[in-house]
């Protein structure tokens, strides 16, 4: 199973983008999912995960302004992020939180006025 990321792309900052992750016929059977993310020269860091039930917690840097949702019925995982800032600029994955599947390769969100 390979995990797709879309709905990337640039914005200005103050901006708003949704991204969603398809995980097609797996997702109802995967407790945790997460969205990483990668900027230019640095590492892959964790930015939300949602649980089976809805729970959600969120990387300090992101907090009250991304939100992260699941569609189990449409295997789909969502990031809806506002009050974009330039730092948010990065390749964007999701991906199973615990025991990870082969990384997709992931969205790109350009924040730049």
């Known amino acids: 199973v390979q995990l797709q990321a879309s709905g990337g792309g640039l914005v200005q900052p103050g901006g708003s983008l949704r991204p969603s992750c398809a995980a097609p016929?797996?997702?109802?059977?995967?407790?945790?999912m997460a969205w990483y993310r990668q900027a230019p020269g640095k590492q892959r860091e964790f930015v939300a995960w949602v649980g089976s039930g809805g729970n959600t917690d969120y990387a300090d840097s992101v907090k009250a302004r991304f939100t992260i949702s699941r569609d189990n019925p449409k295997n789909t995982v969502y990031l809806q992020m506002n009050s974009l800032r330039p730092e948010d600029t990065a390749i964007y994955y999701c991906n199973r939180m615990f025991s990870p599947l082969p990384w997709g390769q992931g969205t790109l969100v350009t924040v730049s006025s």
């Open positions: 016929g797996v997702l109802s059977r995967i407790n945790v």
